[in-house]
């Protein structure tokens, strides 16, 4: 899968990132580069810290040590708005969507760092507004077309399989136009078909808009099928790093999710 | 005002703040039945109001038809009033339980709170209706007045009732602590409020400890409402006297005893000492609004209290 | 249905994000409109129109007010009757200063007065939410109601307790009858009612909706969290501004604190719950409900039990009002809006059951 594909400088870094929520040590020391239009898949038994450390790249959570460098430039103070705006979207392992608004209205959502008009023209409705308000769901409506999602466009999302929620949570990840997609088991509780699908939707942003994807999965076969590398964690430390033939025959991969034999 | 020496002060100093930390601990009696319904079965009672009011009403209406009835007064018959009233709070307890809270257990606290306040607005018609809208006193027998022998002494100006109000109420929160901690029903409502399913499985009969906890919650209403209406007379603002209690228990946590009476104590001192000491530059009845302020700063720094446990949200 | 919705297909995005998407809708509410605007004007007694029809108008505002800051954007305030207070003495200053101001520019300054207050106690929903959020306003009522009363500067310094306004006029005419009270504030509410709608419709909206459902969420898509509850607050103490504002010129009469205790507060926030949160249209139900409900109450007991003396009535009404309350919160959390919802949805399927 990485033959051939070309990728850009490290955009996103995380440095020796130690994460405790007290006695608890959700990351410990761990370092991840990631570079531009690549696929980086972080794979590790559960608990191991995966979802900890894309919290900390939102700026979810504040790690006691450490340091997250976007573009070369050490994050000062995580403000999850703010780093947003730089162009790191986000999807959740328990999708987080906005259960009181339709899909549409949901995708609509995030757009929202793109809006330009003050809440007076938004009042009024008309000039400015209203053509900045169609442009946004011409936009969006792409991405419905994309995601193959029309037919549920008005429903409220809480109505909605898990299948579908995921893919609308994808959906309004997507409509930022980010820079970097960060994806939190966006393959779980799928049937064969909707994984296929998934994989098909993210290779595609990956190739036609160029954007970086960091995704946890625990699904070894689409791992190893989509990915371009892959870092394994496990109790919280990076145990490999690399691509995912490399890393499928490290030792201590084998041993963290079969064990080793007595 | 003439020069002052420092020893003056310092008097004036402390009668404002026993003063503030008595009706402080007022202020946790009220506080403190909502601590106990909280803790046994995880329900929001706002309605702690409306049960002060209530019990107080009862009270009183039984002390006063025994007078006009019979010439029966003193002790015995008050505590035989006391013994109907409970019995009265506890029926009136189970059936706000399982008509109003129960079905709403799952909402939002939003959504409790509006019934509970509607639950008020009930009780106001109700007790208005049958009792009238005048004040009824409530003689007790201790005097509101400043205790004679301490303001000859050291011209502290503190009442026989505010101390003794305060010594029932420590009273009654050391055996409620007790109880939680010695005896078998209190380690039940322990393990109640923490696992409900859990308790189940051990045999805890749920029902007994609920009716239990609302029983204990009424009496110490009875107790709240009859302290309270002895000092400002029975009306139905004492319902209002709940949103008091709502700084007590953001800055005392929501699930703690010693919160409760912590808390208390905060706001009435505090309350008492910021309205002698800064009435004189803002104007007079700072104490409607200082609590909430309080417990906002309090918010501020600590959103979950003294005593409650820290909120980590999950994403 | 009742009538026909099947046909009307949209050809471009606004037609689809009309607010009234079925014509019919537009024509019902639109005739409704006019004939609230221009027949009751002429055919409804003038008790109706100030006793009833009036501070229903003003309760919607009022109403409309606490739905964006509680419905849409989820954050719970107590500090509504407070807000009105500002507003209402905004306008009662204003008009003292400068008697020649006209409503509405008089009405506009109360609301961006009371806006600017509100967003000053917004302050704190940025690290205190839901329940304890309520107290902190519950505290912003508080020392509201205390800053009117114990500052002179706020009723002019007058030695008597009660303070008149001076006349509201528009265009040099006076408002002062009930007719022209009655037309003056409904077209004020058609006018807030439309803001309103497309506020909810448009990107804040959206944004107020996303912090209501999930503020973490909305944080890490790239809302700003603070800016937009504060313009929440902006925009609700606004509407509760003016209502104040307009409920002391053409409903009380006078100028007073004690007309906004915290039982107006809980009252506006039933309007809010009972006509269903998060709706325009709840917030016109949940507001007639409240003000119909004691005037049912009241010609049913005069039928039921005639010589009923007044202090009885009015604790019927507390009780009954209590009740309903708690009956409506345990059957239907959702409000009237909800209702009218299902019902539609049953008459779009009739005779069919789903």
């Not at chain 1, 959570?61 to 340091?67: V, W």
């Not at chain 2, 303001?151 to 009442?159: A, E, H, P, R, S």
């Not at chain 3, 003038?46 to 606490?66: C, D, K, R």
């Amino acid at each position: 899968m990485s033959q051939g594909r070309k990728f850009g400088e490290v955009i996103l870094s995380a440095r020796e990132i130690t994460l405790s929520f007290g006695a608890v040590q959700a990351l410990i020391d761990v370092s991840v580069d990631v570079r531009e239009h690549e696929i980086l898949a972080i794979i590790g038994p559960n608990g191991a810290g995966k979802t900890s450390l894309l919290n900390c790249i939102n700026g979810v959570y504040h790690p006691q040590q450490g340091a997250i460098l976007f573009e070369g430039v050490p994050r000062l103070n995580a403000d999850p708005a703010k780093i947003a705006r730089q162009g790191i979207a986000r999807t959740f392992q328990n999708v987080a969507l906005f259960k009181g608004m339709s899909t549409l209205d949901n995708i609509m959502t995030g757009r929202n760092t793109k809006i330009r008009s003050n809440i007076f023209w938004q009042a009024l409705y008309v000039g400015s507004y209203l053509k900045e308000e169609l442009e946004h769901r011409r936009a969006v409506e792409e991405i419905i077309d994309f995601l193959e999602i029309q037919a549920i466009r008005k429903t409220p999302v809480g109505r909605l399989p898990y299948g579908m929620q995921k893919r609308v949570e994808l959906g309004r990840a997507l409509a930022a136009q980010p820079r970097i997609l960060v994806l939190d088991e966006p393959m779980a509780g799928m049937n064969v078909e909707e994984k296929e699908d998934m994989s098909r939707f993210i290779l595609d942003v990956n190739d036609e808009f160029g954007t970086t994807i960091v995704l946890i999965e625990h699904d070894m076969g689409v791992v190893m099928d989509i990915s371009d590398r892959v870092v394994v964690l496990d109790y919280g430390r990076k145990i490999a790093d690399g691509t995912p033939d490399e890393v499928r025959a490290e030792p201590a991969v084998i041993e963290a999710y079969l064990g080793v034999s007595a | 005002m003439p020069e002052m020496s420092f020893a003056m002060e310092l008097l004036l100093f402390l009668e404002v703040l026993i003063n503030g930390l008595l009706s402080g601990i007022m202020y946790s009696l009220v506080a403190l039945g909502f601590v106990l319904i909280f803790k046994a079965s995880g329900i929001f009672n706002f309605a702690q109001g409306a049960f002060v009011l209530f019990a107080a009403l009862t009270f009183v209406s039984f002390l006063e038809a025994a007078i006009m009835g019979a010439e029966n007064s003193g002790l015995l018959y008050f505590v035989a009033c006391l013994m109907l009233t409970l019995v009265v709070m506890a029926v009136y307890g189970v059936a706000v339980e399982r008509i109003v809270l129960r079905p709403l257990v799952n909402q939002p606290l939003i959504i409790l709170f509006m019934a509970t306040i509607g639950l008020n607005f009930f009780t106001e018609g109700f007790a208005q209706l049958i009792w009238g809208t005048e004040v009824h006193r409530l003689d007790l027998g201790i005097p509101d007045e400043p205790m004679g022998w301490l303001l000859d002494k050291t011209d502290m100006y503190i009442t026989a009732f505010d101390v003794a109000a305060a010594a029932i109420a420590a009273g009654l929160v050391l055996s409620l602590s007790l109880f939680f901690s010695k005896t078998r029903t209190g380690r039940a409502l322990r393990a109640v409020s923490d696992d409900h399913q859990a308790a189940m499985s051990v045999g805890i009969p749920l029902q007994h400890i609920w009716a239990i906890t609302w029983g204990v919650a009424g009496a110490i209403g009875l107790i709240a409402g009859i302290l309270w209406g002895a000092k400002l007379g029975v009306h139905f603002s004492l319902a209002l006297l709940a949103l008091k209690a709502l700084p007590v228990l953001i800055i005392g946590g929501f699930d703690s005893i010693a919160g409760a009476i912590v808390g208390g104590l905060i706001i009435g001192a505090s309350e008492k000492l910021a309205e002698f000491y800064l009435s004189g530059i803002v104007g007079g009845a700072l104490e409607n609004w200082f609590p909430y302020i309080l417990a906002t700063l309090f918010l501020l720094v600590r959103p979950q209290g003294l005593f409650g446990e820290k909120i980590i949200e999950r994403v | 249905m009742i009538y026909r919705e099947a046909g009307q297909f949209k050809a471009s995005y606004h037609a689809d994000q009309a607010i009234f998407t079925i014509r019919q809708d537009l024509w019902f509410i639109g005739g409704l409109s006019l004939l609230a605007l221009f027949v009751v004007p002429l055919l409804a007694s003038e008790y109706l129109l100030q006793s009833v029809l009036l501070p229903f108008l003003l309760y919607t505002i009022a109403a409309m007010g606490l739905n964006i800051l509680l419905g849409y954007c989820g954050q719970l305030s107590l500090g509504t009757a407070g807000f009105m207070a500002v507003g209402a003495f905004t306008a009662y200053k204003f008009a003292t200063a400068f008697p020649i101001l006209p409503a509405p520019i008089l009405f506009i300054l109360a609301g961006l007065v009371a806006a600017a207050v509100g967003v000053l106690f917004g302050l704190p929903s940025l690290r205190i939410k839901g329940f304890y959020l309520a107290v902190t306003t519950l505290g912003a009522h508080f020392l509201i109601e205390w800053v009117l009363t114990h500052f002179g500067w706020f009723k002019n310094y007058s030695a008597s307790g009660v303070i008149t306004p001076p006349p509201i006029t528009l265009l040099g005419f006076p408002i002062d009858s009930p007719v022209a009270k009655y037309v003056f504030t409904l077209v004020v509410v058609i006018i807030l009612a439309l803001l309103m709608k497309n506020l909810v419709r448009s990107a804040i909206g959206r944004a107020w909706c996303a912090v209501r459902d999930m503020d973490v969420a909305a944080e890490v898509i790239g809302i700003r969290l603070l800016r937009t509850k504060l313009i929440a607050f902006a925009v609700s103490s606004f509407y509760c501004g003016v209502a104040g504002a307009m409920y002391v010129n053409f409903y009380l009469g006078t100028v007073e604190p004690q007309a906004f205790t915290i039982n107006l507060a809980f009252l506006v926030l039933f309007m809010v719950i009972i006509g269903g949160l998060g709706s325009v249209l709840g917030s016109f139900l949940g507001a007639g409900f409240i003000v119909v409900l004691p005037i049912l109450i009241s010609n049913i007991l005069s039928i039921v039990v005639p010589d009923a003396p007044g202090a009885v009535v009015s604790n019927v009404e507390l009780i009954v009002f209590g009740c309903l309350i708690i009956f409506f919160l345990i059957v239907e959390p959702a409000g009237l809006a909800r209702l009218w919802a299902i019902a539609k949805e049953k008459l779009r399927m009739w005779p069919f059951p789903y």
